[in-house]
């Protein structure tokens, strides 16, 4: 069985390519361009750097982009008035408040008041609610992206077996929804699975969300599968570099982290996984590509749902 990579960058710059030319034609016919508008609360480094990308993203496309940075000390009523005024205003199509928030915040009650038809993370319950009964909704970028890399890698997932490691909100239960809604037959797995290797290994598809370096090692995988790497993790230490990789990835990966002190992996053991699996997806240059990707595609729906 031959190993395809699959390369996350192609699809998601086809994918971005798409929504640019969606954008141009928009504008042409007179419309005002789509507009996403971020909400960052806090310092949270990586928050910083996601959102920066997801503003670059935009403008690279001809949506237009705008971030509202708030202190750590923000208290959730008045997350939720700046979310209020960002619902009322007409100029903002998709409102994206970055995650996670500061703990003091009431993270449920602020995506709650996310107008539905700006929600472009497409985690507002009335969303994920359509999303679970396979009616039209805005849907959470990176189960959507998922589903973009599967179908366009042209991977059958009606009638196959997938499995899900991960039941979170933004990954996990969506994901499983979409694969249901495409006929696949679905399995979840999380923390208190018991005997999981036993569940991963009869998977066709397997989806690995859970947020630990490594979890998913290449005993765990069937034969062929294709194996989906959503994880972000890094990784610095010489041990950790030797147990993901060898050869001339194991050299690629050292010259990185002693350039930038670490390197980023993700919930799938990279060396052990590629002896067994079909098609699998790197970290970096995966799923991560396309979730941003996806969130573009959303404001430009968003910007279209809306009309004039
Ligand atoms: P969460 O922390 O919200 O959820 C993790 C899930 O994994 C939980 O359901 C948990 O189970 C399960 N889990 C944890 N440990 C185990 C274990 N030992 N065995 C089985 N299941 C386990 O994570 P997210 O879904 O938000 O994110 C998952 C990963 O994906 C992270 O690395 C994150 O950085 C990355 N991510 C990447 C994105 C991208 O664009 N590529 C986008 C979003 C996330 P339980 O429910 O029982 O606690």
Known sequence: MTLRIL??????????AEVAREVKELIHQGTRPPQLTAVLVGENPASRVYVKNKGHTAE????????????????????????????RDDEVDGILV??????????????????????VDGIHPANLGRLVLGQPCLEPCTPAGIIQILERSGIRIAGVRACVLGRSRIVGKPVAAMLLNRHATVTICHSKTPELASVTREADILIAAIGR????????????????????NEISSQTDLARFFDGEELERRSVVVARKGR???GDVEWKSAIAVAGLITPVPGGVGLLTIAMLMKNVLEARKAKGR
């Open 7 to 16: 390369d996350g960058k192609q699809i998601a710059d086809e994918i971005k």
């Open 60 to 87: 690279e496309l001809g949506i237009e982009s705008a971030t509202i940075h708030l202190p750590e000390t923000t208290p959730t009523e008045l997350l939720l008035e700046e979310v209020r005024r960002l619902n």
């Open 98 to 119: 970055q995650l996670p928030l500061p703990r003091i915040i009431n993270a449920d009650q602020i995506l709650d008041e996310i107008d539905v038809k700006k929600d």
């Open 213 to 232: 370096p490594g979890f998913v090692t290449g005993d765990m995988i069937g034969p062929g599968a294709t194996v989906i790497d959503v994880g972000i």
């Open 263 to 265: 390197t980023l992996v």
